[in-house]
């Protein structure tokens, strides 16, 4: 089964940073995209970062300078490096894995981490 487990979220300062860690089953880790959404109460889930099985990220412009996402094949995990945190970068942080066999993307998604940013 395919499997996405999500850690690292917790409560930091303002300025401060977390490093997220999504652990995935090599099945799809091996071919699929990894991303990263965000949620945050009364918000719609939002684009945070991605990283193609080639290494190609792509950021959304609020995190651009201050996230990195990465992933080490060795051990089927994705990260999210977060540093210059902001208040407005508190949400549950979902890990996302993107295959596409055919032609339509399938999606898998963590559970979610919550990441809280005080002011």
């Known amino acids: 089964q395919v499997q996405l487990v999500e850690s690292g979220g917790g409560l930091v300062q303002a300025g401060g940073s977390l490093r997220l860690s999504c652990a995935a089953s090599?099945?799809?880790?091996?071919?699929?995209?990894m991303g990263w959404y965000r949620q945050a109460p009364g918000k719609e889930r939002e684009l945070v970062a991605t990283?193609?099985?080639?290494?190609?990220?792509n950021y959304a412009d609020s995190v651009k300078g201050r996230f990195t996402i990465s992933r080490d094949s060795a051990k089927n995990t994705v990260y999210l490096q977060m540093s210059s945190l902001k208040p407005e970068d508190t949400a549950v942080y979902y890990c996302?894995?993107?295959?596409?066999?055919?032609?339509?993307?399938?999606?898998?998604w963590g559970q979610g981490t919550q990441v809280t940013v005080s002011s």
């Open positions: 990283i193609t099985s080639g290494g190609t990220t």
């Open positions: 996302n894995a993107k295959w596409v066999p055919v032609r339509t993307p399938i999606d898998y």
């Open positions: 090599e099945s799809i880790f091996r071919f699929a995209a």
